[in-house]
């Protein structure tokens, strides 16, 4: 009988020490799909079309803009007018709370673009920038706004200066993130953070008295709101554009 008790035992130790391993292995495999949906990027342009994008306002996006082979760029030899006619921001039809942006950009010689977020739609507010921050997209080297502390490619536009400078000449492609999280907003150009700030402190909201937005009662104050490309008149091309939801 003792040798049954000690088999059994013997039996029963060895259907637990199975368990834990089993337990072990599903603990280190691959996440859920589900779980690999939300930490994967989705690109915000699909093939060639402007899918998920309108011109801000309304409407369709402008002739002006262009997709060829993955890029999007805005013609500005062939537009009628600077954010008019033709042309004008466009902007996501989806809205974005916290989320990691990637995108490539590069500008002509002498031009002056930018990617604008958390922007609101709304009779109230003409343009993009009447809501939303801009991460400066400029050649530093030719455009007169470089003058101007706080204007220059990675800034957080009129508002914060890079921490240090790391564009690359007109022409050439320039890899920019923006991470918002929780109020925590990184803006990230060719691989360094150049400008990390907290949103909606007093802190925050004595540098929108100190800048060109402060008579803008809606600029910076929206914790959700939709991305836009800006036409600032200039040929401007971005590529690889995409987005994560945190």
């Known amino acids: 009988m003792k040798k049954k008790y000690l088999a059994l035992a013997a039996f029963a130790s060895l259907l637990a020490a199975c368990s834990a391993e089993k337990t072990a292995e599903q603990a280190t495999e691959e996440p859920t799909e589900v779980t690999q949906k939300q930490e994967e990027f989705t690109p915000l342009f699909e093939g060639n079309t402007f899918a998920g994008w309108h011109k801000y306002g309304g409407g369709e996006v402008g002739k002006a803009w262009k997709i060829e082979d993955g890029t999007v760029y805005l013609d500005a030899k062939n537009k009628d007018g600077w954010q008019t ?79 240090e400078e790391t564009v690359k000449p007109w022409g050439e492609w320039n890899h920019a993130e923006i991470i918002a999280d929780q109020g925590n907003l990184k803006l990230r150009l060719n691989g360094v953070t150049v400008v990390e700030t907290e949103l909606w402190t007093p802190e925050w909201e004595a540098l929108i008295a100190d800048s060109k937005f402060k008579d803008m009662p809606g600029f910076g104050t929206f914790k959700k709101g939709k991305i836009a490309l800006q036409d600032h008149g200039d040929l401007v091309y971005f590529k690889n554009v995409e987005i994560k939801k945190l």
């Open 85 to 163: 006619g033709d042309g004008g921001d466009i902007v996501t039809d989806e809205e974005f709370e916290n989320f990691h942006l990637k995108y490539d950009w590069k500008i002509a010689e002498n031009g002056n673009s930018g990617v604008i977020f958390f922007v609101q739609e709304a009779p109230e507010y003409p343009y993009s920038w009447h809501t939303g921050m801009e991460m400066q997209v400029l050649d530093n080297e030719g455009h007169p706004d470089a003058k101007i502390i706080s204007h220059r490619a990675g800034d957080l536009y009129d508002l914060i200066v890079s921490s």
